[in-house]
T-cell receptor, first 111, second 113 residues
Framework: QQQVKQSPQSLIVQKGGISIINCAYENTAFDYFPWYQQFPGKGPALLIAIRPDVSEKKEGRFTISFNKSAKQFSLHIMDSQPGDSATYFCAANTPGNQFYFGTGTSLTVIP | DGGITQSPKYLFRKEGQNVTLSCEQNLNHDAMYWYRQDPGQGLRLIYYSQIVNDFQKGDIAEGYSVSREKKESFPLTVTSAQKNPTAFYLC????????????FGPGTRLTVT
C-alpha cells in the first residue's frame, strides 16, 4: 500500500511557467514532509521540507503548500527553468521510523 | 568532505552470483538505509538500520541481506534468491531514524545477466 501518493507522473512546462506537483497521505502521525530532487544517474538531494504546524514554506523559487485537514501537500516551482528538469519525490516520515516516498514526477522544462 | 560514498558506480554480475554493494558515510549518522529504484516505481526501502548491530526489513527485503558492524558502513548483499536484481541501488543516512534530512549516496547501478 502506497503511504504517499504523488501526481502527476510526468510534467512538461514552458520556461518561466509554474510547475505544480501534488502529494497525498493517510497517516496522520507523519510529522515531516520533504521534497527531493534527483538528476539522472545521481542520488536524490533534499530540496525543501515542511512540518505540519505551518501551511506554507518558501525557499527561493520553490514553495511547499501544506493542507493538514486534506492531508495533502504540494511543491510549486515558480519561473521554471530548463535546469529544473529532474525527477521530484515527495516523502513523509515519523521519528524512529522509515521514510515513505512518492513514486516520483519527471519534470521537463522546455526552453 | 562529508558525505556518503557508494562503490562501484556500475556493477555487472552473472545470474546466480551473490554481489555486495558498498556504502560508507562519514557524517556520524546513526541511521542508514538501502533503497531500490526502478523506473516509475520511486524509491522502495530494502533495509534500514537505526544503530550498529541492528537493522529492520523494509518493504522489499526478500533476496537481500545487510550487516551493520560499524557505524559508518552498511553493505548490502544481493543474493541469488532475488528474482529481478537489475536496478539502481541507493544508500542513504540520517542523523536519527525517521528524523530530519536523509542524505543519499550517488548510487550503484547493478546489471545481472
Amino acid at each position: 500500500q502506497q503511504q504517499v501518493k504523488q501526481s502527476p507522473q510526468s510534467l512538461i512546462v514552458q520556461k518561466g511557467g509554474i510547475s505544480i506537483i501534488n502529494c497525498a497521505y493517510e497517516n496522520t502521525a507523519f510529522d515531516y514532509f520533504p521534497w527531493y530532487q534527483q538528476f539522472p544517474g545521481k542520488g536524490p538531494a533534499l530540496l525543501i521540507a515542511i512540518r505540519p504546524d505551518v501551511s506554507e514554506k518558501k525557499e527561493g523559487r520553490f514553495t511547499i503548500s501544506f493542507n493538514k485537514s486534506a492531508k495533502q501537500f504540494s511543491l510549486h516551482i515558480m519561473d521554471s527553468q530548463p535546469g529544473d528538469s529532474a525527477t521530484y519525490f515527495c516523502a513523509a516520515n515519523t521519528p524512529g521510523n522509515q521514510f515513505y516516498f512518492g513514486t516520483g514526477t519527471s519534470l521537463t522544462v522546455i526552453p | 568532505d562529508g558525505g556518503i560514498t557508494q562503490s562501484p558506480k556500475y556493477l555487472f554480475r552473472k545470474e546466480g552470483q551473490n554481489v555486495t554493494l558498498s556504502c560508507e558515510q562519514n557524517l556520524n549518522h546513526d541511521a542508514m538505509y538501502w533503497y531500490r529504484q526502478d523506473p516509475g516505481q520511486g524509491l522502495r526501502l530494502i533495509y534500514y538500520s537505526q544503530i550498529v548491530n541492528d537493522f529492520q526489513k523494509g518493504d522489499i527485503a526478500e533476496g537481500y541481506s545487510v550487516s551493520r558492524e560499524k557505524k559508518e558502513s552498511f553493505p548490502l548483499t544481493v543474493t541469488s534468491a532475488q528474482k529481478n536484481p537489475t536496478a539502481f541501488y541507493l544508500c542513504a543516512s540520517s542523523m536519527v531514524a525517521g528524523v530530519g534530512e536523509q542524505y543519499f549516496g550517488p548510487g550503484t547501478r547493478l546489471t545481472v545477466t
